[in-house]
């Protein structure tokens, strides 16, 4: 293993020659590294696969140079990193690799979640440097017991500082505008309350079908995929109180407790979710076929590509604010953003007419734009009134979410990373409507693939009384 100078930081990936590696984390890195170009990173890939030197070396290189890292920055780490073959779950052979990887190494967990677990196990063990930081990827824990098994796993390896629960969505630039948005105008701040805020939609509707993934999705579906970590991490994110300062404690904390006291729409997970699967359809010019005639699906695992559900927040600031969550797959348009609907003004001066529209603020994350509706005078008459748009491009992201993560990761700082209590508790908001739908309590409806998705979601139910 080539020397490393002080400054420089080991990344260990687990997993190397699998398809998070190739498509997300090293491209990532590279994007990282078009922008912070002094980073010194030393890259060791570990795998089962048998790979030779040059075509791991040709891997980084490719996916470094893909996303805009500087040729000589990218010879640079082609030059020192290295691939070990290696089989993770034979202690001696885990021993040998993380010995060679040094005191200060970075893991990277991108193995398949059950063996990463195992892996954890043989740290436990072995023990590692107090210095070693661990990466996990999504998801964390299948339910709130096995998340939960797994922090206390992790706990006996290194501190939680150090444990690195990656949620990518954290990195969404339109994600980290949010704090911009929210507590750097005067404007915008005063009225982020359930006082003038009637409802907020968080929404991931994806153009995308199965597209070859049924190995992971079949087994997640959309609930699961998307809204019990990304989208509720969007959430806390845009409901937290104000931090004092962007350290990682205060603004961790912030999100845990936000969510702590966020639990589904009047405790009730039949009336406060929806569920449904795409039917064969068309997505542009391509013909898709019915889930569950996609290659690898498990009709009898009765799995959701779309899915809704509302959630509120129980304190002073957001009772009687409904959030509603949604994301599928195969939908005719894509729909990626934060819509705030305003409640209407408590008066309006007699005289004034129009139509009967809520102000909205809409926060796309994809492109990052926000765009703010307000009814105001009409062009023309102005006893009229009419809705106006304000635009503003929030801006490209300066790399991608995975750099932004890892960037982070390197620095050891936990700040875009998710903490254990909070992986728990983003399980146990949807565990209810989890259990529901095993219990069947919740009709599976159909769309067609390219449509909009079934009618009359979106709608929120009465809230009813808490129940116990
Ligand atoms: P892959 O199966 O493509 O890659 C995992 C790699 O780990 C494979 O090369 C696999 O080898 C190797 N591996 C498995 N067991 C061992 C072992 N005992 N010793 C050494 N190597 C081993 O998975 P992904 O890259 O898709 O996913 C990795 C992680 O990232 C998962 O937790 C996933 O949920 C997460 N993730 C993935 C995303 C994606 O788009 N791919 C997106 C977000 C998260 P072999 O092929 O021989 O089994």
């Known amino acids: 293993m080539s020397q490393t100078q002080p400054e420089t930081t080991t990344l260990l990936i687990l997993g190397a020659s699998g398809d998070l590696t190739k498509r997300l984390l090293l491209p990532g890195l590279g994007s990282l590294l078009a922008v912070e170009t002094q980073r010194r990173v030393h890259v060791v890939g570990a795998d089962r696969a048998d790979l030779a030197p040059e075509e791991w070396a040709e891997t980084v290189r490719a996916a470094l140079t893909s996303t805009g890292a500087p040729a000589d920055v990218v010879e640079e780490i082609v030059s020192g990193t290295e691939y070990v073959r290696a ?123 199965l597209e070859g993934r049924a190995g992971y999705y079949d087994k997640a579906g959309a609930l699961v995929d998307m809204i019990q970590s990304h989208l509720l991490q969007v959430l806390a994110f845009f409901a937290m109180e104000a931090p004092a300062s962007l350290e990682e404690d205060e603004v961790r904390s912030l999100k845990a407790q936000v969510l702590r006291a966020t639990t589904v729409w009047g405790g009730d997970p039949v009336t406060a979710s929806r569920r449904a699967r795409y039917t064969r359809g068309n997505l542009g010019e391509r013909v898709v076929p019915d889930y569950v005639a996609e290659e690898g699906v498990d009709p009898a695992l009765d799995t ?41 003004p408590t008066h309006v001066p007699a005289g004034l007419h129009g139509q009967d529209v809520p102000d909205r603020l809409v926060l796309e994350l994809k492109p990052a734009e926000m765009v703010l509706s307000l009814s105001i005078n009409a062009e023309g008459d102005p006893f009229d009134l009419e809705q106006k748009e304000l635009r503003a491009t929030l801006g490209e992201s300066r790399m991608l979410p995975y750099g932004e993560v890892l960037g982070r990761i390197l620095d050891a700082d936990p700040l875009l990373s998710i903490r254990g209590d909070v992986a728990e508790d983003c399980w146990r908001i949807v565990e209810p409507v989890l259990t529901a739908w095993r219990e069947d309590r919740v009709p599976m409806q159909e769309y067609a693939a390219g449509s909009a998705g079934p009618a009359g979601w979106g709608v929120v139910p009465e809230r009813l009384p808490e129940r116990g």
């Open 304 to 344: 959701e590509t779309l899915a809704e559900i509302v959630v509120g927040i129980d304190n002073s600031r957001w009772r009687g604010t409904p959030f509603v969550l949604r994301s599928g797959k195969a939908l005719g348009a894509t729909a990626k953003r934060i819509e705030v609907v305003f409640r209407a």
């Open 87 to 209: 089989d993770l779950l034979v202690p001696e052979e885990l021993d040998a690799l993380l010995t060679r990887a040094g005191e200060h190494a970075v893991l990277y967990f991108a193995l398949p979640p059950a063996v990463s677990v195992r892996v954890c196990e043989l740290l436990e063990q072995r023990g590692v440097s107090g210095q070693t930081r661990l990466a996990l990827e999504k998801p964390f824990g299948t339910d709130l017991p096995s998340a939960s098994a797994f922090n206390e796993q992790l706990l006996r390896v290194v501190d939680e500082n150090r444990i690195h629960r990656i949620d990518h969505f954290l990195g969404l630039s339109t994600v980290l505008n949010l704090l911009g948005v929210r507590f750097a105008n005067r404007l915008l701040q005063p009225v982020w309350s359930s006082e003038h805020i009637e409802k907020v939609v968080i929404s991931y509707d994806e153009d995308l079908a």
